[in-house]
């Protein structure tokens, strides 16, 4: 074992059950990730331990100790995100330093249900673009709130009277955009795919609105199908789960806007549910637009997981089986004579000598 180093901190200055939680979870949930003892004695956190995981824990500590002082209280979700911005790698290249340092600077919205602010400085980063940018195109694994955050921003920019309706939308993959054998009318056969969409409107606006604002058209909910043929004037339009459209939906999406509209797509690369994942255009659309100037595409990592604590876990853990099921085919493939690029032929044999 290396030598101890320890690292003290002083938080006289702040409100210690804002920062700790009830009975210290917070330190204990820091403690859970590095091999550290967290001590709190006069008003002084001593972080202990080997001495790349005393700075790690010392960093996240001095994120939450910054949103104390900026008047919030520390939540589950800001702990994940805390642990996520020191992990190694975490800080994305083209990030400033006031972006990973003080993401409470983003833009915030308050709704009739709740008050949305960024937890992340990529949470920041996308409610910006998705203020400036006409089309912003959010790709990262689930948890991350991709889609959550564009419904915040397209109810506020409705709210401000910068669009005149919402178009939320998705692929109906899973029935493979057949619908004609569910039970019900049209609304009744997509509703079960749209229903992540319902879930983000009533978490910030009552019933009754979003109802009355459905009845009047101003909302619209439905498969991406049904956007064939229309132009989507002074809207705002969300395009959910957008890994499972071909390239040609895609296209056709994007050349429905109109005059005044925005879009935001949103989807995770790593949940494809295509025959080829190859052919998914949220894949394929990166390098075709890469060189088109206003059009922001931002990336989500584990690291900017807000859902419950073991999400980022999960995602960790499934992207290491993946690491390793890739290792083992390669070695598979190794073992049997067969060279990678080469269409999978084995290698000619040398004919037996005369």
Do not use: C
Not at 235 to 248: C, G, K, P, Y
Not at 266 to 271: L, V
């Amino acid at each position: 074992m290396g030598r101890i180093h320890v690292r003290k901190i002083e938080i006289d200055h702040i409100d210690p059950l804002s920062l700790l939680g009830q009975s210290d979870q917070n330190l204990r949930r820091i403690e859970s990730e590095f091999p550290v003892q967290i001590t709190l004695r006069d008003s002084t956190l001593s972080v202990s331990g080997e001495e790349e995981a005393v700075e790690r824990a010392a960093g996240a500590l001095r994120d939450l100790i910054g949103r104390v002082e900026r008047g919030k209280v520390v939540e589950d979700a800001d702990v994940s995100v805390a642990l996520g911005a020191v992990e190694p790698g975490a800080a994305k290249d083209g990030e400033t330093a006031a972006e990973r340092a003080g993401f409470d600077e983003g833009p915030g919205y308050v709704f009739d249900r709740k008050t949305i602010r960024p937890r992340s400085q990529k949470q920041a980063v996308y409610l910006r673009a998705l203020e400036h940018n006409d089309i912003v195109f959010a790709i990262g694994p689930a948890g991350t709130g991709k889609t959550y955050l564009a419904v915040a921003a397209a109810l506020q920019s409705l709210r401000t009277r910068r669009v005149e309706r919402i178009i939320l939308t998705r692929p109906a993959v899973e029935a493979g955009e057949s619908l004609g054998f569910l039970p019900g009318d049209m609304q009744d056969k997509v509703d079960p795919y749209l229903r992540p969409l319902y879930d983000a409107l009533q978490d910030l606006l009552p019933f009754e609105k979003i109802r009355r604002f459905m009845e009047l058209g101003v909302i619209e909910i439905a498969p991406l199908a049904f956007m064939r043929g229309r132009t989507l004037h002074n809207a705002f339009v969300i395009l959910d789960e957008a890994q499972n459209t071909s390239v040609r939906q895609m296209k056709m999406l994007l050349t429905r806007l109109g005059a005044n509209s925005r879009a935001a797509i949103t989807g995770d690369i790593t949940q494809i549910d295509l025959r080829d994942p190859e052919s998914s255009g949220l894949v394929r659309i990166q390098h075709i637009l890469e060189n088109v100037a206003d059009i922001k595409f931002i990336y989500f990592g584990n690291e900017d997981v807000v859902r419950h604590r073991l999400v980022r876990e999960i995602l960790k853990a499934f992207d290491e089986y993946h690491r390793r099921e890739s290792e083992a085919a390669a070695e598979a493939q190794a073992a049997n004579g067969l060279r990678p690029g080469n269409g999978g032929e084995a290698p000619p044999r040398a004919e037996p000598a005369s």
